[in-house]
């Protein structure tokens, strides 16, 4: 769809799940994404269906227990903003049905589940994207830009932080083999950038858990630490944590030059790169934009014109694959190796979406992961 044109119709979306993330950001972007329409909310909290559907003007709330016949009804697609460990039964759920799945990060807890919504997908003729907004955001896009143009050189090594302190009552700390813990939430992050940069993908994984024996952390970890090795005899590192300080960034080394990206990850304000070459540094900060709005106007364009997503629903299984090879090694203290993994197509800058931010919206019943209201 060329830019400034009105598309023929509307992709018209229920959003699964009215927790923060779906709050905060995904409802919001339903404002400025002209190809898509905002047509139902699926929860079993009444007083969020209620007041969340006068706020967006939308008329058919569902219960978990009426999702199906939702689906029956005028919805094109779905946006699954639920725990990681309801992806799979969800999404299966909507292509049975004929609907699209447009479904947030990880993908699911498992290879085996999220080939299963590969495979529910490709039986019933619908499209199914893994919700990386990162691949639509134009500091990523310009990260892989500069990558490729070669002027760092060749790409040895990458390390990144990542973590944040989580509310003891939060979703996120549920236990490890339902998708909870640092790694599946943030670590991804992480995951998905050093694919990206190196441009390959990881065939060995070594990785260290810790816990500072708190309470919140009894289900699973504070904390991991992660070494990939990558083909070139290249290596990526990055640790990522629930009970830590606010932190998210990462250095890519190259044998002519480094790029630090700091904030790397964030979606609720601007982003910056700090690139040095030949001892020269230049500084270079992206505003804020809505990235649930570019990364939901690109799935409906796919859907518009039948095409297939990037990231579709085996880049969301290249990063769990990693992330199960990463609590084996944490287990067993042995390094992991990873068989071949063909992986096309990459992110490239020719995905870039331009959507305004939005202001902070007000809430209904949600907390961030912090536990502070939203």
Known sequence: MKKGTKPSRKIRYAVVGLGHIAQVAVLPAFRTARNAELVALISDDAEKRKKLGRKYKVDRPASYDEYDECLSDGVDAVYITLPNHLHREYAVRAAEA???????????????????????????????????????????????????????????????????????????????????????????????????????EPIGISALSESNGEPRFKQSEEMTSVLMRFPGDRLATFTCSFGAADIGHYTLVGTKGTLVADPAYEYAEGLSYRITINEKTKVRKFPKR???????????????????????????????????????????????????????????????????????PETVKAKSPSGEAA
């Open 98 to 200: 004929g609907v699209h799945v447009l479904c947030e990060k990880p993908l699911a807890v498992t290879s085996e589940e999220c080939q299963a919504m590969i495979d529910a997908a490709e039986s019933n003729g619908v499209k199914v994207m893994a919700a990386y907004r990162l691949h639509f955001e134009k500091a990523n896009l310009e990260a892989i830009r500069l990558v490729e143009s070669g002027k760092l050189g060749g790409t040895r090594f990458f390390s990144s932080e990542f973590a944040q302190n989580v509310d003891p009552e939060n979703v996120r700390l549920m236990p490890v083999a339902q998708g909870g813990g640092p790694v599946y939430d943030m670590g991804v992050y992480c995951i998905n950038a050093a694919r990206h940069l190196f441009q390959s």
């Open 290 to 360: 809505d990235q649930f709005a570019a990364e939901i106007t690109y799935f409906s364009d796919c859907i518009l014109q039948n095409k297939e997503p990037e990231p579709n629903g085996y880049e969301g299984l290249a990063d769990v694959r990693v992330i199960e090879a990463i609590y084996e090694s944490a287990r067993t203290g042995s390094v992991v190796s990873l068989p071949p993994f063909s992986k096309q197509p990459r992110p490239t800058p020719a995905q870039e979406i331009h959507k305004p931010a939005h202001g902070k």
